[in-house]
């Protein structure tokens, strides 16, 4: 099956000249990693390739390789042959780089989120790999698409970022094996990691100084939270990007087996993240009643509604599914 499935996407590849690399909004390592090897790969084989997602590069990984290919969609919409969505569970995720694709004779779909419902015409979902960047080193190496040290780093920075640095349950020995192949073929490990985990702004600390004031618990310190309204995020002059992983301060609790981070934004909305540490209490379905989604483990939503209000109705509805849990 996965044979098959790399087969044809390996073809539309190579058949076609136009491509377009989209990913989510409100990016990850995972995401902007996996366009820029890809589009890397792509670029190699001599293709016209457009990377793009609506909040361009995230300055926080400004050291990839090659991160300038990486830009914001253009007011005027392209053709092209193939538009391509990456680690993107859902449509509209994609935000207004969509717009930006006039036109595309084949959308591909590569993903590894559960709830992903398979749109686009060519799709491939496996819901076991810990990252989008895995899946590429397979369709890479199946497909035999150039990697250079530069689409290495790429890949091994997005497998690095969605593994929690190769801790989650969903890393694999596979995960392993092709972290030693990334290595093998230029990625410098040390180089990757202090720029990715110990090159955090002042301000981030700060954030985070302020997050644990506003910690609580509940049933019975199984759920922990903390939230994060605009006028902090104001006073501090935080950007979006600086909370990410934030939420594992909450998951590292000893007992505690779901972490919530609720964002205030700036449309009336609250974005939540989940954590959990019990595949009992699957947070991807807990973020699906709330319009959201992503994987068992990790997952998010955007409410609508104040603060107060999306904290009361998400916290009760975990309350729920941990207590039934009997986690
Ligand atoms: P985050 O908490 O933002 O790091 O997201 C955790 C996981 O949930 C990621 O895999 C996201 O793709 C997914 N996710 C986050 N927000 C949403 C959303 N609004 N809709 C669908 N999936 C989401
Ligand atoms: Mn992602
Ligand atoms: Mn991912």
């Not at 996407?9 to 409100?26: E, M, P, W």
């Not at 919409?77 to 969509?98: E, K, M, S, W, Y």
């Not at 040390?190 to 954030?207: A, D, F, N």
Request: aromatic letters at 6%.
């Amino acid at each position: 099956m996965s044979a098959a499935k790399f087969e044809q996407i390996g073809q539309t590849l190579r058949d076609n000249k136009r491509f377009a690399i989209l990913s989510h909004v409100r990016p990850d390592g995972d995401a902007l990693g996996s366009q820029l090897a890809l589009g890397l790969s792509l670029k190699k084989l001599g293709k016209d390739v457009r990377i793009w997602n609506e909040d361009g590069m995230l300055d926080k990984y400004g050291f990839l390789s090659s991160s300038k290919l990486l830009t914001k969609p253009p007011a005027e919409p392209q053709d092209f042959d193939v538009a391509i969505a990456l680690d993107t569970a859902i449509q509209n995720r994609l935000g207004n780089t969509v717009a930006a694709i006039k036109s595309a004779k084949v959308w591909i779909n590569i993903d590894h989120h559960p709830s992903n419902p398979g749109y686009g015409d060519i799709v491939y979902i496996d819901p076991h790999a810990p990252a989008t960047g895995q899946i590429l080193f397979e369709l890479m190496t199946n497909q035999k698409l150039p990697i250079d040290p530069a689409i290495a780093e790429n890949l091994y920075a997005a497998i690095s970022t969605d593994t929690g640095s190769f801790q989650y349950p969903n890393t694999t020995t596979r995960t392993f094996e092709i972290a030693a192949e990334l290595v093998r073929a230029g990625v410098d490990v040390g180089r990757v990691s202090q720029l990715t985990y110990e090159s955090y702004p002042r301000r981030r600390v700060e954030l985070l100084r302020d997050l644990l004031g506003t910690m609580r618990f509940n049933a019975n310190d199984r759920v922990a939270s903390f939230s994060l309204s605009l006028a902090t995020a104001k006073k501090l002059g935080v950007l979006p990007e600086d909370n990410e992983g934030l939420i594992d301060h909450l998951r590292a609790i000893r007992g505690v087996i779901v972490a919530v981070f609720f964002e205030e934004l700036a449309d009336g909305k609250v974005r939540v993240s989940m954590r959990s540490k019990s595949e009992k209490v699957n947070v991807c379905a807990i973020c699906e009643k709330f319009g959201g989604g992503g994987h068992v483990l990790a997952a998010g939503a955007r409410v609508k509604g104040t603060l107060d209000e999306v904290e009361q109705k998400v916290l009760e509805e975990v309350r729920n599914v941990v207590s039934r849990s009997g986690s």
